[in-house]
């Protein structure tokens, strides 16, 4: 019996030689026919690799903290209407190429939300990368310098779903204004964009500063969004 765990394994069958264990220790395996007996161990491989393809995908992504969407209070009152949270939760605007975009105060719940779509995105199987605004200008900046910031966007723009958060602490300059631009077009009808921001959607162009740039970011994301405004007092206040 123990032959056969260690053959599983040897195979990169991880979870068929863990629930062989089982149903060796449960004394289970003379009272299966072969027939069951293998389809629970292919469903045990099938399931071990759907869990670790996931925790791949969640710690790829890079989120600052953990956020489930079944956690978030679905209040109206603050904004989050229940149907449209239902409707994001099935991750449809990534395969219909449209944007979600998250508005409102400090400390109502932005990130939070951001955060759980992209690990129900990362949960469904799909490759997501969220990012602080400012920090991913930084960091392109950085990939520039060292010559890979093609390399780099191109990565982006495979990315299922791409999270900005934070957008408009500080008005783009130069470069950035073109590297925010394609980062919006490599993602146009094509892949999933999720957009936070403590500033209204009127207030974007003077964040984006060029007036072409912004005029075309504009006609892109914003007119074809699911637009979540959240409201209420800071959530910080409550710990």
Partial sequence: MEEIKIALQSLRMSGMGAHWQTLFETRQVDKLSLADGLQLLIQAERDTRTCNRVNRL????????????????ADSSRGIDPSVLTTLSSCDFKRDGRSVIIT???????SYLATALGDRACRLGMTVAYYN????LDRLDDERVQGH?????????KTDL???DDFGMKRLQGQQQNDFEQLVDDRYRKKGLIISSQLPIK??????????????FLDRLVHKSIRIELKGESLRKKY
């Avoid at 409102?104 to 932005?110: D, L, P, Q, S, Y």
């Fill in 58 to 73: 969640l710690k790829n992504a890079a989120f600052p903290h953990p956020a489930l969407l079944e956690e978030m209070d």
């Fill in 104 to 110: 409102g105060a400090t400390g109502t719940g932005k």
């Fill in 133 to 136: 605004m400012q920090r991913l």
């Fill in 149 to 157: 910031a093609i390399r780099f966007l191109d990565r982006l723009a």
């Fill in 162 to 164: 791409l999270i900005l």
């Fill in 203 to 216: 207030d974007w162009s003077d964040v984006i500063g060029n007036e072409l740039i912004a005029e075309a």
